[in-house]
């Protein structure tokens, strides 16, 4: 996905979305529990991820970011749905299917969507399929040839595994952007963190409404931040783990990065852990979360 660059950054977003601009400050009450924030950003975002009729479709996510960036018109969107047998008149302009903002012209809820789609494949392992090309069969001598034709009738009906080797140019191109991505979130999360710190006392669904809230506005500096943050091509990457469960893979510029779909996101720089295992950008920033609202007033009730 070729996305554009944008003049917005991190620090003019910031200055949108101010320190104390509709949240309300307090006390944290005697409830609050010391809770990651980390776990409560995480879901909040991945959770305005789009999908089209309950699936995620990369090709149409990357039509969405066009249409964000305005690198596509509507009309040449509609002529791409067309192409894939999407006949868009007959989508509707409304609801939480991300199918309405392929045709609704809301350029906010399109950033907002393209935006959590690429924090939630920061957090998640790439598809082997993306990176493995099947190997060709290799060549084989005249007595090699001979000497399998022996056997070719007892081993006939095998299945033959296929063999797969790195497609390093593909790689590169997706580790770059998968760093890239990384770092923007990274970066955008500890500014959603620093912001929740200041509000005590909020319900575990309350910091994820205002997450949610401070990430819509920070949506369009997101994609800048991923260009930013693209390395450098000359960087080499060397893959240490690639399965549906896991990657792994480090590179040169010092940076390791690490998703599992059990274990989560583990990215260092330089030795310096900056997003994952409870850190954002190396801190442990933690919320006085409201568990049990009431409880205060339950507990001074029974003196």
Not at 89 to 106: E, F, I, M, T, Y
Not at 157 to 186: C, E, H, M, S, W
Not at 229 to 245: D, F, G, I, M
Not at 272 to 280: E, K, M, T
């Amino acid at each position: 996905m070729k996305l554009k660059v944008l003049a917005t950054s991190l620090l003019i977003a910031s200055g949108l979305v101010g320190c104390g601009q509709g949240i309300p400050f307090g006390k944290a009450p005697a409830s609050g529990v010391s809770t990651p924030a980390l776990p409560i950003i995480q879901d909040a975002v991945t959770s305005l991820a789009p999908t089209f009729n309950g699936k995620s479709v990369p090709v149409l996510v990357n039509q969405l970011c066009a249409l964000a960036q305005g690198q596509l018109t509507q009309e040449q969107s509609n002529a791409q749905l067309v192409k894939m047998g999407i006949d868009a008149s007959k989508l509707q302009h409304n609801g939480p299917d991300a199918l309405a903002l392929l045709v609704n012209g809301d350029r906010a809820g399109q950033a907002t969507a393209c935006a959590a789609y690429q924090v939630s494949a920061a957090l998640e392992p790439l598809n082997p399929n993306e990176i493995l090309s099947q190997a060709p069969a290799p060549k084989e001598s005249t007595e090699e040839h001979a000497e399998k034709g022996k056997d070719a009738q007892k081993k006939a009906g095998d299945a033959q595994t296929p063999q797969y080797v790195i497609n390093q140019d593909r790689a590169n191109k997706l580790f770059r952007l998968r760093v890239a991505q990384a770092r923007a979130t990274a970066d955008t999360f500890a500014y959603i963190g620093e912001r929740l710190e200041q509000i005590p006392g909020l319900t575990p669904a309350q910091y994820k409404a205002k997450a949610r809230e401070l990430f819509v506005t920070l949506a369009p500096a997101y994609t800048g931040l991923v260009q930013q943050y693209l390395p450098a091509e000359t960087t080499h990457y060397y893959l240490v783990q690639l399965s549906e469960l896991e990657t792994d893979f480090n590179s040169d510029a010092g940076v390791r990065y690490k998703a599992s779909r059990i274990d989560g996101v583990a990215l260092s720089l330089n030795g310096q852990a900056w997003l994952g295992r409870g850190q954002i950008l190396g801190k442990d920033i933690r919320l006085s979360a409201n568990y049990f609202p009431g409880a205060d007033k339950a507990a001074s009730n029974s003196h």
